[in-house]
């Protein structure tokens, strides 16, 4: 489906999605800025930095997760419909529907587990190489990504089956 699905969302979510989508823009933003940095300190003789690809890292995990709310409102991930694409509108809005709410399930779970184990890293004193930081910063900004994209698609997901189709 190549529409918006904001319209089945109340706005409280919509601007949280958007807001974490503009903190992924940054972040990326960030990512690029610090990797050409080090690059141009290499270039010139200052060496490489060493904290750049933990940070990098961090700065994938902030794209992804919480841009993913943003993306799932706007509709804007990838949805293939090879087999349903002669179906009717509303056909196929029920079907997409079940697989968001699909997705916020395996979202939760992968967050439950992933937050699980950082607890258990963090309680054995586990640190990054560089930066010496927990694992739960790393985890917890991921988790807040992948719980508000569960809420976008569960809230879209239920939309769809219970609001009369246009």
């Known amino acids: 489906m190549d529409e918006s699905w904001e319209y089945l969302l109340p706005r409280s979510l919509v601007r949280l999605g958007n807001l974490l989508r ?25 060496g490489s930095i060493e904290w750049v690809i933990e940070a990098s890292s961090l700065s994938v995990l902030i794209i992804v997760f919480f841009g993913l709310a943003g993306c799932t409102a706007a509709g804007g991930h990838i949805l293939i419909d090879l087999f349903t694409r002669n179906n009717k509108t509303s056909t196929n809005r029920l079907i997409d529907g079940f697989w968001l709410m699909v997705m916020a399930a395996m ?11 950082a607890l258990i890293t963090h309680g054995t004193g586990e640190r990054t190489e560089v930066l010496h930081l927990s694992p739960l910063v790393i985890i917890i900004p991921s988790v807040g ?16 089956y219970t609001q009369k189709p246009d």
């Open 22 to 46: 503009d903190i992924a823009g940054c972040a990326l933003i960030l990512m690029m800025s610090i990797t050409v940095f080090d690059i141009v300190a290499r270039g010139i003789g200052f």
């Open 107 to 117: 979202l939760v779970l992968i967050a439950w587990y992933s937050l699980d184990d």
């Open 145 to 160: 990504g992948m719980v508000v994209t569960a809420l976008v698609a569960l809230w879209i997901g239920i939309r769809a």
